[in-house]
T-cell receptor, first 113, second 111 residues
Framework: SQQGEEDPQALSIQEGENATMNCSYK?????LQWYRQNSGRGLVHLIL?????REKHSGRLRVTLDTSKKSSSLLITASRAADTASYFC?????????????FGKGTLLTVNP | DAEITQSPRHKITETGRQVTLACHQT?????MFWYRQDLGHGLRLIHY???????NKGEVSDGYSVSRSNTEDLPLTLESAASSQTSVYFC??????????FGEGSWLTVV
């Protein structure tokens, strides 16, 4: 079963606007990651936030994590047409060397020029 | 640059045939994974390996097998292809820290 669930499933905005995507998960985690997938391509890692962190920034990306609510959000500021892609959250609930990521179903972001 | 490659990128096969999707990584890293991606389901883990001779089942492993005879390769075999296995398959490898790198995907159609 999926660990992470993104919301909304699809989001359409105008260039320059901010885009916010949410992710909820079910079990305790070591960290939560966001990935991006352009159409027809593999997933690319964007940002990782550890379970003891509440907020993290990387360029135009801002990720928050609320472990009490088991939720995370990804904010893309000043969006560009090139940000059009699917965005996935992934949770790491593994222990020790038994590393494994569980992905959600993704949010399809469309940024209109 | 180190990389992860999948082959074939596209394949059409008939129901009942055995199919093998190749995955090769040049990082010499132990952790490798196979996911399938379907509309409405996102990415689901098929099999994974933590090192040579180690293989583990993921959440959708029925009808699939993997083998790990060396660090670089984790081939995925569909023993008897079914239409329900039409999907996009992604191989991934944990490179460093807690992130993984994905291949470009293999589009498989079973007719």
């Amino acid at each position: 079963s999926q660990q992470g669930e993104e919301d909304p499933q699809a989001l359409s905005i105008q260039e320059g606007e901010n885009a916010t995507m949410n992710c909820s998960y079910k079990t305790s985690i070591n960290n939560l990651q966001w990935y991006r997938q352009n159409s027809g391509r593999g997933l690319v890692h964007l940002i990782l936030i550890r379970s003891n962190e509440r907020e993290k920034h990387s360029g135009r990306l801002r990720v928050t994590l609320d472990t009490s609510k088991k939720s995370s959000s990804l904010l893309i500021t000043a969006s560009r047409a090139a940000d059009t892609a699917s965005y996935f959250c992934a949770t790491d609930s593994s222990g020790g060397s038994n590393y494994k990521l569980t992905f959600g179903k993704g949010t399809l972001l469309t940024v209109n020029p | 640059d180190a990389e992860i490659t999948q082959s074939p990128r596209h394949k059409i096969t008939e129901t009942g045939r055995q199919v093998t999707l190749a995955c090769h990584q040049t990082w010499n890293h132990n952790n490798m994974f196979w996911y399938r991606q379907d509309l409405g389901h996102g990415l689901r883990l098929i099999h994974y390996s933590y090192g040579v001779q180690d293989t583990n089942k993921g959440e959708v492993s029925d009808g699939y097998s993997v083998s790990r005879s060396n660090t670089e390769d984790l081939p995925l075999t569909l023993e008897s292809a079914a239409s329900s296995q039409t999907s996009v398959y992604f191989c991934a490898s944990r490179v460093s820290g807690n992130t993984i790198y994905f291949g470009e995907g293999s589009w498989l159609t079973v007719v």
